[in-house]
């Protein structure tokens, strides 16, 4: 690498750190704040990462990369998007502003700019390299797309978080070539210099993993040193050293620093650190002790390329760094909230070569470091949706007939899907419940994902369900963790946004294991991917199965998360419709993913109302009326009239328990709430679903509700109409049980909303 190119970055490098403090900066000091909110921005962590993006943006990129941002280098990122052009000074100006550049990079808000979301410590780094898998799913799929490369950028105390290793247990990720994690080792996370076995089980751990471990530890000057025939008393004094003692070398003044250093562990000085040392000043010493391999551009981009040199598997690069670098606060334990005072603001302009006044301006046209942008190559650009429109049915045409269950009429849609060419986009993900979430028929079809055919001795065995993999599978089966899970669903579900390919990814788990895998659900479903969760069972409808696997808070999880829609379906021809609808949108690139919560009790699909089209209208807007007692004689709304609003699995009980009631001269009209959650949102709509729903006379009939899982899941309804409502549900932790103890003694069955109607109209019991 020519001295000229790297001098040149090495200008780059120090702008890209002005920008990136000056941005901080001016959001929390020189802008205009009315309420004098804390803005805050990332200085330290910013500056950390500075030479490591240096190097990748302003050389080492290709067209074909994607990159998943360290979040917390948010600053840095944007002052590089702006030297690229990419973004204006006024852009800059208004980091953390409302609908402006966000505190982390995200995709959802800040698209034009950002790859991949990132934020939470963790997810973001993992739903990208999943996206590396994706993108093999789909060239295995006869669909060749980009990225080419997925490069990932992590803080070194992000590491901690166990979902990154869950994932890299995962085996085919071990084969993705076109993966490149780059950690920035700074020894310091939030609080703390971290603990010195990090580096060593940082490295076992990819290792392990089946990775390609890069260490870009010094820098060019400090390993000369160390390899000079008198260095190797300095390199065993610098292998030993903690952290801490390391942090605090940089913190003290120079001389102090140097004394500390050159003493032996018996408090004299060590002849053959000095030696070491040579003739250096004291301010060379410790300028020497803070050369860190992650901060020398040259470095940097040697181990860039040593990465690329294998193409089989993925690397990563530990790369050390200062956090803080080239700023007061460098080094400093309590850097990570730290803002530069104004007085070092103005050092730091004029060490910059900045003319107070002009903060902002870019490279002159004329300049060295102007023509390195100039010929940078474009950075990747998603292309539009490509293929043939997906065409997806309103029906499949199944009877739905007998006592059927939620979970088997799922297995069935998917059956029927495995026979249409929109079937070929279906891709369907299990941590290891394929065969109890009703799986099977859909795997046998369709066989298992593996990039490598593994040929199977237990493939010819006749069995309920065969495993054969190969690279045309279309189920991915991985090990039980719900991070990886919904991670990888996010991945598969931002192809068509990423690459122009359009998949439908279907995953299935247990629903109390929702909450396990929550906090990832949530990442994918914020950096905009779209798919189907289907959690199967819920509720204590499991009954016998026990406490720990009969999910109870999950509706009110339904309800609330956003992007995605949820719903608990009542019969099998609901399933059906849900999910076909909701694929076609998925499938055009529009609406919600979906959250389906299906059960393994059996019901008597006789209760169904026939399937008309508007049967179906009601389904998929959230609610329909199953019965109705507004016909019938003596009924009257203001005496002896009720509403019971079912979800899922609790239909038949609702209709029992009407036809109870009818006996006591009570008159209950059944609604089926296919979509709590769209009922919910309703509210905020004129004539929103349940309006359409409960006629005017019936304005001020009371409501029992009842779902099997937290109450208030429906509970809103009474308050939206403004009528007195009794929440029926299960308020409390399962346990196991025949389905008829579980429903009295969780007050669900038929006698528990009979006695709740009573209650609501003063009538004794009967
Ligand atoms: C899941 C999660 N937990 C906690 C945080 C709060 N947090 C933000 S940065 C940080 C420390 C990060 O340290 P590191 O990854 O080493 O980054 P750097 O030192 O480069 O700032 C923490 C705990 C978070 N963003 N995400
Ligand atoms: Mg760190």
Redesign the pocket.
């Known amino acids: 690498m020519q001295d000229q190119t790297l001098q040149t970055l090495e200008r780059i490098q120090r702008r890209v750190l002005w920008l990136a403090t000056w941005m901080v900066h001016h959001a929390n000091n020189v802008r205009p704040n009315p309420d004098g909110t804390k803005v805050g921005g990332?200085q330290?962590?910013s500056a950390?990462?500075v030479s490591l993006l240096t190097a990748l943006y302003f050389h080492h990129l290709r067209e074909g990369d994607v990159v998943a941002l360290?979040?917390?280098a948010a600053p840095a990122f944007y002052a590089i998007q702006y030297l690229l052009g990419r973004l204006s000074a006024d852009d800059l100006r208004e980091l953390r502003t409302f609908g402006r550049l966000q505190a982390y990079p995200s995709r959802r808000k800040n698209p034009e700019i950002v790859d991949l979301s990132t934020?939470?410590?963790?997810l973001g780094a993992v739903q990208a390299t999943f996206g590396a898998f994706a993108a093999r799913y789909l060239a295995d799929h006869g669909a060749p797309c980009g990225p080419e490369r997925f490069i990932v950028m992590?803080?070194?105390?992000?590491l901690d978080?166990g979902n990154v290793w869950e994932a890299l247990l995962e085996e085919p990720l071990a084969a993705l070539g076109t993966v490149r994690w780059i950690v920035?080792m700074?020894r310091?996370?939030?609080d703390r210099v971290v603990p010195d076995s990090r580096r060593r089980q940082l490295r076992d751990m990819f290792a392990a993993a089946g990775w390609r471990v890069i260490e870009c530890r010094w820098g060019g000057r400090l390993a000369a040193a160390l390899q000079a025939p008198s260095g190797e008393a300095l390199a065993r004094r610098l292998e030993a050293m903690p952290n801490v003692e390391y942090h605090a070398l940089l913190r003290l003044p120079a001389a102090a620093a140097r004394k500390a250093l050159v003493t032996g562990p018996d408090g004299a000085p060590s002849s053959a650190l000095e030696r070491a040392l040579g003739g250096r000043s004291d301010e060379e010493v410790q300028a020497l002790l803070g050369d860190l391999g992650g901060h020398d551009l040259g470095a940097i981009i040697a181990a860039y390329e040593e990465a690329d040199r294998e193409r089989d598997r993925p690397a990563v690069i530990l790369a050390d760094t200062l956090?803080g670098w080239a700023l007061p606060m460098a080094a400093d334990p309590l850097n990570?909230g730290a803002l530069l005072s104004a007085s070092q603001i103005d050092a730091l302009r004029a060490a910059s070569g900045i003319r107070p006044g002009e903060e902002w301006a870019p490279f002159p046209e004329d300049s060295a470091e102007a023509a390195v942008i100039r010929a940078r190559p474009p950075l990747y650009q998603a292309p539009p949706p490509r293929g043939r429109a997906i065409e997806m049915p309103e029906s499949l045409g199944d009877e739905h007939a007998g006592t059927t269950s939620t979970q088997e009429a799922f297995g069935r849609v998917l059956a029927g899907l495995a026979r249409l060419p929109a079937g070929e986009r279906v891709v369907t993900v299990s941590a290891d419940v394929a065969i109890t979430t009703h799986l099977a028929g859909w795997i046998n079809r369709k066989q298992v994902y593996a990039p490598v055919a593994r040929p199977s001795p237990l493939a010819e065995i006749p069995q309920a369900m065969q495993w054969r993999e190969t690279p045309a599978g279309q189920h991915v089966e991985i090990g039980i963790a719900e991070h990886n899970l919904f991670l990888l669903l996010g991945a598969l579900g931002l192809t068509r946004s990423l690459s122009g390919e359009t998949l439908l990814p279907i995953g299935t788990l247990y629903d109390p294991f929702v909450t396990r895998g929550l906090d990832a659900l949530y990442h994918a479903l914020y950096s905009g991917s779209r798919f189907v969760v289907a959690a199967t069972p819920s509720g204590v409808s499991l009954s016998p199965e026990g406490g720990a696997h009969q999910s109870v808070i999950t509706p009110g999880i339904g309800v609330a998360l956003p992007g995605m829609t949820y719903w608990e379906p009542a019969f099998g021809r609901e399933v059906e419709w849900i999910l076909l609808d909701g694929l076609a949108r998925m499938a055009r690139g529009e609406g919600e993913s979906l959250y389906l919560r299906l059960s393994t009790k059996p019901v008597d699909q006789a209760l169904a109302p026939p399937p008309t089209a508007a049967a179906r209208a009601g389904v998929l807007a959230g609610g329909y009326r199953a019965l109705d007692a507004r016909g019938a004689s003596g009924w009257d709304p203001e005496e002896n009239a009720v509403s019971l609003f079912a979800a899922g699995v609790m239909a038949p009980e609702a209709v029992a328990a009407a036809r109870t009631l009818a006996g006591e001269g009570i008159h209950a009209s059944v609604f089926i709430a296919t979509s709590p959650d769209l009922l919910y949102r309703g509210l905020r709509q004129r004539r929103g679903a349940l309006e359409r729903l409960v006629s005017a006379d019936e304005e001020g009939v009371p409501i029992v509700s009842v779902l099997d899982g937290h109450s208030h899941g429906l509970a809103f309804l009474g308050a939206a109409l403004g009528v007195p409502q009794i929440p029926l549900g299960v308020d409390d932790f399962g346990q196991s049980g025949t389905r008829a103890d579980l429903y009295r003694h969780y007050g669900i069955d038929a006698p528990a909303i009979v006695a709740a109607a009573r209650t609501l109209l003063g009538r004794a019991a009967g």
């Open positions: 990332h330290a962590s950390s990462s360290k979040a917390h934020g939470s410590m963790g992590v803080g070194d105390a992000e978080e920035d700074n310091q996370s939030l956090k990570h």
